[in-house]
């Protein structure tokens, strides 16, 4: 529990340093615009749409009589557009990150500054890491389709397709959503994809905490926008906490101090 109130913190941390450094939180909304323009027609599209998706996804039902029809359908029209949103918040992060990836790598690398000590760098080229930034989220992209098609399928379940699916997909949203905030800290300190998910999936209610606020505020298409700038700062402080980087040294040791001193006592062993 504690660890979940902590990712909220985290999250609220990211908000108040945007807030304190306005000309940051300004370009950061830029790319996060663009991106909602484009979603929000395809959205709009998609939901006119849903009624036919769902009655050409069960014909079975077809023949059903009322009021059974109405509620079976309705259901899975509700399912249907909680999975759209799924898919829309989860590549919205991932496709805004890819748009306006030097800048919140810079905004990163600020946080880091402003916290203090040296600003971690991969040692890749800018092209490189764009390069494995798009193809994290070509594999991104997949685990949310498969996710996707999982849950669109188990939301045929009477009862529990309508209540609890819903609900974990909820919490999946959140999970990606903190995974592909996190990335950028964490590629510019050389650690890549199957590492991070290793190292949030430790600390899993922390990376839940940070996500699932942030998942039911970027349901409101301005509010992810405005957000978008401080959720990658309060990504780059939980990852100064993943990576060990917020814990204070003993008695104003510093760390290459630390590992000379340890060295030495090697040395003379």
């Not at 946080?111 to 203090?116: A, I, K, L």
């Not at 070509?138 to 685990?143: C, M, Q, S, W």
């Not at 959503?177 to 199957?194: D, Q, W």
């Not at 040294?249 to 510093?254: L, N």
Request: glycine share 10%; net charge negative; with cysteine.
């Amino acid at each position: 529990m504690r660890d979940l109130v902590s990712g909220f913190g985290y999250l609220m941390k990211g908000q108040r340093w945007v807030a304190r450094h306005g000309r940051w939180w300004g370009f950061g909304m830029i790319p996060a615009l663009i991106t909602l323009v484009g979603y929000a027609a395809a959205l709009v599209a998609l939901f006119l749409w849903t009624d036919d998706v769902i009655a050409w996804a069960t014909p079975f039902a077809d023949d059903w009589s009322s009021p059974w029809l109405g509620i079976f359908r309705g259901a899975l029209s509700i399912l249907f557009a909680a999975i759209c949103l799924f898919l829309a918040i989860i590549t919205f992060t991932a496709v805004t990150l890819l748009v306006g990836q030097p800048f919140y790598e810079s905004l990163s690398e600020e946080v880091d500054r402003s916290e203090g000590g040296a600003v971690p760098e991969s040692g890749m080229s800018v092209w490189a890491e764009v390069w494995i930034g798009l193809r994290e989220a070509i594999v991104l992209l997949i685990r949310v389709t498969l996710w996707s098609v999982l849950f669109f399928a188990l939301g045929f379940i009477p009862g529990v397709g309508q209540t609890v699916i819903p609900a974990l997909a909820f919490c999946v949203t959140a999970f990606f959503l903190t995974e592909e905030l996190t990335s950028i800290a964490l590629l510019r300190r050389g650690i890549l994809l199957t590492e991070r998910r290793r190292m949030l999936r430790s600390r899993r209610l922390l990376s839940l905490g940070f996500g699932i606020p942030l998942s039911v505020l970027f349901l409101l298409p301005l509010i992810a926008v405005f957000l978008m700038p401080g959720a990658v700062a309060g990504a780059t402080l939980l990852v100064r906490e993943l990576t060990g980087e917020d814990e204070p040294a003993p008695q104003s040791e510093t760390a290459a101090g630390a590992l000379n001193g340890a060295n030495g006592v090697n040395d003379g062993s």
